[in-house]
């Protein structure tokens, strides 16, 4: 089993639906540690990226997605695939590692 990389992207403001809700940064903290209970002792990667400064590439494709179609964030990718957008759960995040062999 190969580990993934999530990828939460998000911005250091939060968006104008998510007041009440953690900063992105926290998201993807707080998804770090509950992936890392659920699944001890195997191997994933979290990976922020700030919409408004990304890298290249993949990266930089999804940050302009979210910012042009004005999508919540944090937005959640697994493998490439959006899996969450504005509070991710951690339920639907579980299942998609288990079908990549977590468990």
Partial sequence: MSHITIK??????????????PTSKETAEWLEAAIARKFPDQ??????????SPTEGENQRFALQIVEEDLFYPVVVINDEI?????????????????????
Wanted: with cysteine.
């Fill in 8 to 21: 939460v992207f998000g911005g250091e403001q939060k968006c104008a639906s998510c007041v009440n809700l």
């Fill in 43 to 52: 191997l994933f990667r979290i990976e922020y990226v700030d919409i408004f």
């Fill in 83 to 103: 899996v969450a957008e504005g509070n991710p759960r951690l339920k639907d995040i579980y299942e998609i590692m288990e079908k990549h062999g977590y468990q």
